[in-house]
């Protein structure tokens, strides 16, 4: 019962409509597949990660050339084990980014094999179930195409309401802070003091003041129907401009999608840089490090509200007990575009503005493979 074989590939997806947050574009996507394979039985484990808009073949590159020859051989049962040995491994070569989301593919790849050897979800395989979790329809990005700017907005959140959802988010940050107070306004109009809106700043002010007198400008265009929270709205680095920032707003501050490891969450935590992390299994280190960093935010009394990747994280939330809710990217709005990868009948729905773990074995997803060898890189 040894990993018998992993292999990493990039599939890099043209976005159909080239769109843009508030620090650049976005006209295609780079994932990185992994695929492993143990000595005991004929299942195939998957994982994958999303890499920007060009690095996948670094991703990859340290899978295959570093990640795999280390693996390959060792106990297949023994996830926990196989993340450290990766950890120590690729010390000298960096503790976060690239190297981090290699080992956070590999590890969900570990960890969707053992649920399909075990004939289980994740979800039920990490001790949850597979009943519907909460989910928020995410989008609001800026899409010139669209229309005016507030017109966009208000059509989007028009039809994320038609198909069931009541929470949702949206982009700020790129325009001025006038301009992105209509498109809060414009959304709120829609949503008729049903359900929250969340808002999503992608590191675009430069201070915590700066970021205080857009939030405020937010805040009034809102009105009574309030924010849900405001999201990444400085460097990822600057944990105490999110500290005071926090201190100094009403509206709670949320981030951790670009931290890596328990530890930078620590930092997060003791540094009292946020009111809800935002951690994504996919950068910080997989599966097993995810729990770690839920188990560790639960100790703290601190939410978390898992960043992107909804097949993989709806059952992390079903498995944890401060998930808030699960980001979940429609298909058809092309922007989070990595369930082009996957057979339809193997895609996540969402009802009433939740999803459920699909009760299939491991995370539950089969790849189109004509799709993946299309646009393999």
Not at 13 to 18: I, M, N, Q, Y
Not at 125 to 145: E, F, K, R, T, W
Not at 215 to 228: D, N, P
Request: a negative charge.
């Amino acid at each position: 019962m040894t990993i018998s074989t992993l292999r990493a590939t990039t599939v890099r997806l043209p976005v159909a409509t080239p769109t843009r947050i508030a620090t650049r574009v976005l006209d295609k996507r780079d994932y990185v597949l992994v695929r492993a394979t143990r000595s005991d039985s004929e299942f195939e484990g998957i994982g994958y990660i999303y890499a920007g808009t060009s690095g996948g073949s670094i991703v990859a590159g340290a899978i295959n050339s570093m990640l795999s020859p280390l693996l390959v051989g060792r106990d297949a049962d023994d996830i926990v084990g196989a993340w450290d040995a990766m950890y120590q491994e690729t010390l000298l070569h960096g503790r976060r980014g690239a190297l981090l989301r290699a080992i956070s593919a590999v590890d969900i790849a570990l960890w969707d094999l053992a649920a399909k050897k075990a004939a289980l979800p994740l979800a039920t395989m990490l001790g949850g179930g597979i009943s519907p979790v909460s989910a928020y329809a995410s989008g609001g990005y800026y899409q010139p195409q669209a229309g005016p700017w507030a017109d966009a907005v208000a059509a989007e959140i028009s039809n994320n309401i038609k198909n069931g959802f009541v929470d949702h988010k949206i982009k700020v940050g790129g325009l001025s802070v006038a301009e992105d107070a209509e498109r809060v306004a414009a959304a709120v109009d829609v949503m008729r003091g049903r359900g929250r809106l969340a808002l999503d700043a992608n590191n675009a002010y430069r201070s915590d003041t700066e970021a205080r007198v857009a939030l405020r400008a937010f805040e009034i265009a809102a009105g009574k129907t309030g924010l849900w929270w405001f999201e990444e709205p400085l460097s990822p680095d600057d944990i105490r401009g999110h500290a005071r920032l926090r201190e100094r707003c009403e509206t709670p501050i949320a981030t951790g999608e670009i931290a890596a490891t328990r530890w930078e969450f620590r930092d997060l935590i003791e540094r009292g840089a946020a009111d809800i992390l935002q951690p994504d299994a996919g950068v910080l280190g997989g599966v097993t490090e995810y729990l770690r960093v839920a188990a560790a935010a639960a100790t703290f009394g601190l939410p978390i509200a898992p960043h992107w990747h909804a097949n993989l994280h709806v059952h992390l939330a079903a498995a944890t007990t401060n998930s808030l809710t699960v980001e979940h990217f429609a298909l058809e709005k092309d922007i989070y575009n990595f369930e082009l990868l996957v057979l339809p009948e193997t895609r996540m729905t969402a009802t009433a503005g939740r999803v459920a773990p699909p009760n299939r074995p491991g995370i539950g997803i089969s790849l189109a493979e004509d799709i993946v060898e299309e646009f393999s890189v």
